[in-house]
């Protein structure tokens, strides 16, 4: 089973960049779509951003197109999400997710990752 923890969260500013690491032990994650989703205070868990486990394409939600990257190392089992020109609305407990299936596209829906990290907190301030 692969336990996930995730740290790199923080306070900032609006317009500022944090850089937020998961890192994966007790099997590898090669193989293995990995995502990243968060939960703001008061809503529903949301897609971000997922890649393929070669880490050749990734996807994102509209809400973070063009701001947010995910990335991987898979011979680190380390998975990674930079975020530039964070905005107050991005405020929210981030969660890294590895797919059920190895292989498998889940797409951006929770029920195809079977493995969470505990979350970590963005702060993004006016």
């Known amino acids: 089973q692969v336990q996930l923890v995730e740290s790199g969260g923080g306070s900032v500013q609006a317009g500022g960049s944090l850089r937020l690491s998961c890192a994966a032990s007790g099997r590898t994650i090669s193989g293995y779509f990995m995502a990243w989703f968060r939960q703001a205070p008061g809503k529903e868990r949301e897609f971000v951003a997922r890649i393929v486990s070669s880490g050749g394409r990734s996807y994102y939600s509209d809400s973070v197109k063009g701001r947010f990257t995910i990335s991987r190392d898979n011979a680190n089992n380390m998975v990674y999400l930079q975020m530039n020109s964070l905005k107050p609305e991005d405020t929210a407990v981030y969660y890294c997710?590895?797919?059920?299936?190895?292989?498998?596209?889940?797409?951006?829906?929770?029920?195809?990752?079977?493995?969470w990290g505990q979350g970590t907190l963005v702060t993004v301030s006016s």
């Open positions: 997710a590895a797919a059920k299936f190895a292989s498998r596209d889940p797409d951006d829906a929770e029920d195809g990752y079977d493995r």
